[in-house]
């Protein structure tokens, strides 16, 4: 099974700054890389497919990037509503796969 | 509208069974890929089990193997998911979701989302 490692698992940082959220997988997975968010009690949302595009309706804030093993997400200017929890996928295998998570909260 | 409403969750013994549902509405649900995700609360994500579009493949995750079973029924618009010999470590919230392929790359992503349906597994 492909395991996927995210890092830091939480975050504190305030409105505006610049938040990245790193993926790494276990093996190489060429793009086959998902983002989502989620807020408590809410479904997740997803926010980038394959790696680097954004899904329609996500503000241009968001953004993916990388290849092979090692993925980022970046928040470019944080704002209220991106408090929440951000989950990476991988849709290579057949066994479709979630990193543990990372918490971004208010600093 | 374009939604998916899980249904079947609740209170179960250890060792005892329950069948989730998952209808389907506002697209043509015939033509997607299903998944079933699963929360335990307070923690993340872990996909549990996946159906093609027609059904005829399906894959499961390594907890589950064995115990669960996914199907779908193209007629009605809902998928299901089986789960038998439950354990304490089964309880979550379960979500089914709808999985896209991109046009450009083949890309696989989940797009659309139920709320979810809790699962207890206690005695």
């Known amino acids: 099974d492909i395991q996927m490692t995210q890092s830091p698992s939480s975050l504190s940082a305030s409105v505006g700054d610049r938040v990245t959220i790193t993926c790494r997988a276990s093996?190489?997975?060429?793009?086959?890389l998902n983002w989502y968010q989620q807020k408590p009690g809410k479904a997740p949302k997803l926010l980038i497919y394959?790696?680097?595009s954004l899904e329609s309706g996500v503000p241009s804030r968001f953004s993916g990037s990388g290849s092979a093993t090692d993925f980022t997400l970046t928040i470019s200017s944080l704002q209220p509503e991106d408090f929440a929890t951000y989950y990476c996928?991988?849709?290579?295998?057949?066994?479709?796969?979630f990193g543990q998570g990372t918490k971004v909260e208010i600093k | 509208e374009v939604q998916l409403l899980e249904s079947g969750g609740g209170l179960v013994q250890p060792g005892g069974s329950l069948r989730l549902s998952c209808a389907a509405s506002?697209?043509?649900?015939?033509?997607?890929?299903m998944s079933w995700v699963r929360q335990d609360p307070g923690k993340g994500l872990e996909w549990v089990s996946a159906?093609?579009?027609?059904?005829?493949?399906?894959y499961y995750a390594d907890s589950v193997k064995g115990r669960f079973t996914i199907s779908r029924d193209n007629s009605k618009n809902t998928l299901y998911l089986q789960m038998n010999s439950l354990r304490a470590e089964d309880t979550a919230v379960y979500y089914c979701?709808?999985?896209?392929?991109?046009?450009?790359?083949?890309?696989?992503?989940?797009?659309?989302w139920g709320r979810g349906t809790l699962v207890t597994v206690s005695s």
């Open positions: 979701a709808k999985e896209v392929v991109a046009t450009v790359d083949d890309r696989r992503f989940f797009d659309l």
């Open positions: 506002g697209f043509t649900f015939i033509n997607y890929a």
């Open positions: 159906i093609s579009a027609s059904g005829g493949t399906t």
């Open positions: 093996q190489t997975i060429s793009n086959c």
């Open positions: 394959a790696a680097s």
């Open positions: 996928q991988q849709t290579c295998s057949t066994l479709r796969t």
